[in-house]
């Protein structure tokens, strides 16, 4: 049993973080593109990336997380491989006085929101979930639902 109730997010009002940008953290990321903001901040980022940053002004800085970073964040995905550093984040969270939307992807346990491998089309939507437990699982029922006539 899990205590997840799946909703849709209007993200055109949110603030979004997002630290490490490695392929998890670039995937979320070309799902946030229509949120009030967008940024990025990772010690390192491929040139094919800061392209993509740039050619769609999301703003992105080279360095590591700082708690000064979650001010104006109604939303924050950490996809560092560095556990340590996710701990970090979801401590400074915790004492922010205020809700964030937060995902680790590491310490998945920890999240408040997970995130479901969704088919979109014009006129419906269907999202699948395994509730962060098991994201193969996910892409593959997506994968399979994807190549049926509906």
């Known amino acids: 049993m899990n205590n997840f109730y799946p909703i849709n997010i209007d993200i055109s009002k949110l603030n979004v973080l997002i630290v490490g940008l490695g392929n998890v953290g670039y995937r979320k ?3 946030v593109l229509h949120a009030k903001s967008v940024k990025v901040i990772s010690k390192e980022i491929s040139k094919d990336k800061i392209i993509f940053l740039k050619e769609n002004k999301i ?3 080279l360095r590591a997380y700082e708690n000064k970073d979650l001010k104006y964040v109604d939303m924050v995905f950490a996809c560092t491989d560095d556990e340590y550093v996710q ?3 979801s ?3 915790a004492n922010q006085n205020r809700f964030i939307l937060a995902n ?13 491998s ?5 006129d ?8 962060n437990k098991n994201p193969k699982k996910t892409r593959n029922l997506r994968e399979r639902l994807e190549k049926c006539k509906l």
């Open 104 to 116: 680790y992807c590491k310490i998945q346990d920890k999240s408040n929101f997970s995130n479901m």
């Open 29 to 31: 990321l070309q799902n």
């Open 91 to 93: 401590k400074d969270i």
């Open 59 to 61: 703003s992105y800085e």
């Open 124 to 131: 419906y939507a269907i999202a699948i979930s395994t509730y």
């Open 118 to 122: 969704i088919i979109q089309k014009e």
């Open 87 to 89: 701990n970090y984040i």
